[in-house]
């Protein structure tokens, strides 16, 4: 069983920036791919960004490309989202996923989530 918490989130103003972090716990982290989430209030759960077991391949939604950069330290067992340029659109509750394969971008994939944190943007 494979333990996820995030944290790193808070109010920030449009155009700054925010590093979310992501322990996992409770399994081996090098085998799993791990994914970045968010669900704004009253919409559905998107991705965001995904990386796979060694950290060179990477993936992102459109919508933050540019922006954000997923990066993982196995030593550490630790998946991070640099957020730059945030935007007020940016808002929601950031959600770390794992799961031992891919696809990286469909939610169906991840068997394991942490219970999320909070990301508010203020324009």
């Known amino acids: 069983q494979v333990r996820l918490v995030e944290s790193g989130g808070g109010l920030v103003q449009a155009g700054g920036s925010l590093r979310l972090s992501c322990a996992a716990s409770?399994?081996?982290?090098?085998?799993?791919?791990m994914g970045w989430f968010r669900q704004a209030p009253g919409k559905e759960r998107e991705f965001v960004a995904g990386?796979?077991?060694?950290?060179?391949?990477?993936l992102y939604a459109d919508s933050v490309k540019d922006r954000f950069s997923i990066s993982r330290d196995n030593a550490k067992n630790l998946v991070y989202l640099q957020m730059n340029n945030v935007k007020p659109e940016d808002t929601a509750v950031y959600y770390c996923?794992?799961?031992?394969?891919?696809?990286?971008?469909?939610?169906?994939?991840?068997?394991?989530w942490g219970r999320g944190t909070q990301v508010t943007v203020s324009s």
């Open positions: 990386v796979y077991w060694r950290g060179v391949s990477t």
């Open positions: 996923a794992a799961s031992l394969r891919g696809p990286l971008a469909a939610s169906s994939t991840y068997n394991y």
């Open positions: 409770g399994g081996t982290f090098s085998s799993y791919v």
